[in-house]
C-alpha cells in the first residue's frame, strides 16, 4: 500500500446517538435506580432506619485503605495486559506497532470511556489514523473485531463457572450452557462465512469496516481468549478479596459465572453503569446495602482510575497527536 493511500484513507465518522439509542439508555436508566431505590428503601425500613443511615453503616464498615490498594493494583494490571491485546490484534491485522507506542493510545482513551468503552475504541482507532497514518477503517475493523471476540470470550468464562458451580445460581444462570451452544455455532458460520467456504460470492465481507474478520483465522480468536483471560482471572479474585473486605462471603467459585454477566451490565452506557450495580444487589440479595455500596465504588473507582491513568499519558499522547 502507497503512502499516499494510506494518508488518503477516510476515518469512519462518528455518528451521533439517535434518539431511540437515548431513549433506551435513559429506560434502562430509570428502571434501575428506581428497583435500587425501593429494594434498599425497604430493606432500611425494615431495620426501622432511613435509607441515608442505612447506607452510611455499610459505608462505615468496609475496610478502605486495602481495598484501594486492591484495586489501583487491578487497574495496573489490567491496562497491562488491555494494551497487550490491542497491540497482538493490530499486529495481526494492520501493521505492527510497539506496545510503548500503545500505551498512550489506550490510556488516553480511558478518559472518553468514562462514557462509553465503544466510544473509547473509536477515539483509538481516529488517534492511530492520525499518528501513524494507518487506514481509519483498518483500524475500526480491529476495534470491532476486538468487541466481538469480547463477547465470546465473556459468556466462555460464565459457562466454565457454571459447569464448575452451578448449585445455589439464580435459576435463570440456566441458560448459560444453551446460549454456549448457540453462540459456537454462531461463531463457526461466522467464520466459515469470513474464509469464504459460505455464500462465496456474497459482497457483504468485502466491506472495509469488515478487514480484520477477512484475514482472522481461527487461531487468531482462540489467541485472543488466551490473551485476555489473565484479566478476567485476575479480576475473579480481586473482586472476591474486594467482597470480604465489604463484609460478604464469597468465594473465586461463586464469582466465575457472575462476573462475565456483570461486566456484560457494565458495557451498558447508563450513567454510573447503573445496570451493573443493580446486578449486583440481584445476585447478592441477603447482603442488599453492601452490594450496592459495592457495585456502586468498586466499577466507579475502576473507570476513574484508568481515566487518572490516562492523563498521566494524555500530555504525550497530545504531542503525538497535534
Known amino acids: 500500500m502507497s503512502d499516499s493511500a494510506v494518508e488518503t484513507a477516510p476515518v469512519p465518522a462518528r455518528k451521533k446517538p439517535s434518539l431511540v439509542g437515548r431513549i433506551a439508555v435513559l429506560i434502562v436508566t430509570v428502571i434501575c435506580f428506581g428497583y435500587l431505590y425501593f429494594r434498599l428503601n425497604g430493606a432500611a425500613l425494615r431495620e426501622d432506619m432511613t435509607l441515608a443511615a442505612y447506607m452510611s453503616n455499610a459505608f ?188 460478604v462471603e464469597a468465594s473465586i467459585i461463586t464469582l466465575l459465572p457472575y462476573l462475565p454477566v456483570i461486566f456484560f451490565a457494565a458495557a451498558v452506557p447508563t450513567p454510573m453503569r447503573a445496570a451493573a450495580i443493580t446486578f449486583w444487589v440481584l445476585l447478592f440479595p441477603e447482603n442488599e446495602a453492601q452490594m450496592a455500596v459495592f457495585g456502586f465504588v468498586q466499577h466507579n473507582f475502576f473507570i476513574l482510575f484508568n481515566a487518572a491513568i490516562g492523563l498521566l499519558f494524555l500530555r504525550r499522547a497530545q504531542r503525538e497527536l497535534f
Open 60 to 247: 462505615a464498615a468496609v475496610n478502605w485503605v486495602p481495598w484501594v490498594f486492591l484495586m489501583i493494583s487491578y487497574s495496573l494490571i489490567y491496562f497491562v495486559i488491555d494494551t497487550l491485546v490491542i497491540t497482538r490484534a493490530l499486529g495481526w491485522f494492520i501493521a505492527k506497532v510497539p506496545y510503548r507506542d500503545i500505551l498512550p493510545i489506550r490510556a488516553s482513551a480511558y478518559i472518553i470511556s468514562i462514557f462509553n468503552e465503544q466510544i473509547g475504541k473509536g477515539a483509538m482507532a481516529f488517534y492511530l489514523n492520525k499518528r501513524d497514518k494507518i487506514p481509519g477503517w483498518e483500524v475500526g475493523s480491529v476495534m470491532l473485531f476486538i468487541m466481538f471476540c469480547e463477547i465470546f470470550y465473556l459468556l466462555i468464562w460464565a459457562t466454565i463457572g457454571y459447569l464448575l458451580g452451578s448449585d445455589g445460581m439464580p435459576e435463570v444462570f440456566g441458560l448459560i450452557p444453551y446460549l454456549a451452544v448457540i453462540a459456537a455455532i454462531v461463531l463457526t458460520l461466522w467464520i466459515l462465512y469470513f474464509q469464504g467456504t459460505i455464500l462465496p460470492s456474497n459482497k457483504f465481507r468485502e466491506r472495509r469496516i469488515l478487514h480484520a474478520f477477512r484475514l482472522a483465522k481461527p487461531w487468531h480468536y482462540a489467541a485472543f481468549f488466551l490473551l485476555r483471560s489473565p484479566a478476567l482471572l485476575t479480576a475473579i479474585v480481586v473482586y472476591t478479596t474486594a467482597l470480604n473486605l465489604f463484609g
